[in-house]
């Protein structure tokens, strides 16, 4: 099914408008000088750790640990990021850096 400049450019906008929405509304419900609610400052100290659990489960969750390589390049992998992140507390270097070793790992080396 094909469809028009008109229509494709209505779904550009209506997903903007409300990407831009859900990207504002915690602004406009705890902005200004409001103390968060305990619940809400829970939940940001606990989720992201919770995602990233559940982000490395569902990557390693097709890993054979019978057939080769073992899953010794995911596994070494998920060290390396947990290792650089202890040392220089840095997410995007730590991710950048094991996504690599990864890589290299799995089109070189196994």
Avoid: D
């Amino acid at each position: 099914m094909q469809i028009s400049t008109g229509q494709a450019l209505a779904i550009v906008f209506v997903v903007a408008v409300i990407t831009i929405f859900t990207r504002a509304l915690p602004f406009l419900i705890f902005g200004g000088k409001k103390e968060l609610p305990k619940s809400v400052a829970y939940l940001g100290k606990v989720l992201p750790m919770a995602v990233m659990g559940v982000l490395v489960i569902y990557c390693v969750k097709g890993v054979q640990l019978t057939v080769y390589p073992y899953g010794l390049p995911e596994w070494i992998g998920i060290g390396i990021v947990v290792l650089l992140h202890i040392w220089k507390r840095n997410n995007l270097l730590s991710i950048g850096v094991g996504t690599i070793a990864y890589m290299i790992m799995v089109q070189g080396i196994f």
